[in-house]
């Protein structure tokens, strides 16, 4: 069992930045890849950001590239996602997300590539 707890969302004004993180408890957590995932309301919950067990490798949707950027400390246990230039149609709840195994089968986008999900945390950016 895997526990995922998000944290750092909040209010903000269009072009202002905002860290979340999620702790990781219950299983090793360097052996898991990581995603974040952002739901708005009535649409579809969507992929944000990945990063491999290592830190090595990191993926991004389009429209956060240059913005957001993924990291983890594997001695924390935490994974974490740094936004800044924050956009209103970045508002949406963030969900972290974590792949026991060291490969994402379905793809690092694919929601069922993860096996544990946090409870979300809400970002607002005001426009």
């Known amino acids: 069992q895997v526990q995922l707890v998000e944290s750092g969302g909040g209010l903000v004004q269009a072009g202002g930045s905002l860290r979340l993180s999620c702790a990781a408890s219950g299983r090793t957590f360097n052996s898991m890849n990581m995603g974040w995932f952002r739901q708005a309301p009535g649409l579809e919950r969507e992929f944000v950001a990945a990063?491999?067990?290592?830190?090595?490798?990191?993926y991004y949707r389009d429209s956060v590239k240059g913005r957001f950027t993924i990291s983890r400390d594997n001695a924390k246990n935490t994974v974490y996602l740094q936004m800044v230039t924050l956009k209103p149609e970045d508002t949406a709840v963030y969900y972290c997300a974590a792949a026991l195994s060291g490969a994402w089968y379905g793809g690092f986008k694919a929601l069922s590539a993860y096996d544990y999900w946090g409870q979300g945390t809400q970002v607002t950016v005001s426009s």
């Open positions: 990063i491999n067990w290592s830190g090595g490798t990191t």
